[in-house]
């Protein structure tokens, strides 16, 4: 039986239901260890008031993002998409000391959002806003990512992975979201502007001889790719 915190849950995240059994992303929800106050704020926030709460990482996506983080120990981060700084939090966790995450947002209303979030932890120091456009930002951030986040429009997900890889580490990570992209990039054919983007990019992403990846069919699929 699902607890009511469970139902609710999925619930207000509709799209969990599309391609991941139900009980499963509910049972895997209340195993996992739970946010923080500050995180369980921002996604109750983003539930009410945001249009588009859909986009937010969740519970579970976040905690993998944060152990993957803290795994890694990152010195620097860049997240290309913050929407309102659920999954930067999450990320900067796992932090080194003087680390610093880079993340980038277009809306205008989300990066404001986003700042005020930042500003309410006690990881704001580490985190450095970005608003405008990543294809114009990326080139400007004269550094070596150890950990990359690509969460933006699905249209330029290969343009954003081709300015990212030379500049990320051997041994450093990419982390893509929506690579199932609700299932459409299953359907033969694949159909629609961005099922067809994120298609191809999976696919360059296979194709490219710098690096491995394995595909998690967690949420709205998770492409995770290594540097070698």
């Known amino acids: 039986m699902l607890k009511h915190q469970e139902f609710k ?11 991941i059994h139900p009980l499963a992303e509910a049972y ?3 195993i996992s260890s739970p946010e923080d ?3 369980q704020q921002i996604a109750a926030e983003t539930q009410a008031a945001h249009p588009h709460a859909h986009m937010l990482s969740g519970a579970v996506q976040g905690k993998l993002l944060q152990m993957i983080s803290c795994l890694l120990q990152p010195r620097r981060i860049l997240e290309i998409g913050t ?3 659920y999954s930067a939090l999450c990320l900067a966790k796992g932090l080194l000391k003087d680390g610093r995450l880079h993340t980038i947002e277009l809306r205008e209303t989300d990066a404001a959002t986003a700042k005020a979030n930042f500003n309410r932890s006690n990881d704001a120091g580490k985190i450095i806003l970005h608003p405008g456009n990543a ?6 951030l004269d550094e070596t990512w150890d950990l990359v986040f690509i969460d933006a ?5 290969t343009e954003y992975y081709k300015l990212v890889v030379p500049a990320v580490r051997p041994g450093g990570m990419i982390i893509a979201d929506n690579v199932l992209f609700h299932g459409q990039v299953l359907e033969q054919p694949v159909n629609g502007k961005n099922a067809k983007a994120i298609h191809l990019f999976n696919e360059y992403v296979q ?3 710098r690096v491995e990846q394995v595909l998690l069919t967690m949420r709205d699929g998770l492409l995770l790719i290594r540097k070698k």
């Open 153 to 157: 429009d699905k249209v330029n997900y």
């Open 28 to 30: 895997a929800h209340a």
């Open 37 to 39: 106050e500050l995180l």
């Open 9 to 19: 849950y999925l619930c207000e995240n509709p799209l969990l239901l599309e391609l």
């Open 207 to 209: 194709q490219d001889d």
């Open 83 to 85: 929407f309102t700084g």
């Open 135 to 140: 294809l114009q930002v990326i080139p400007t």
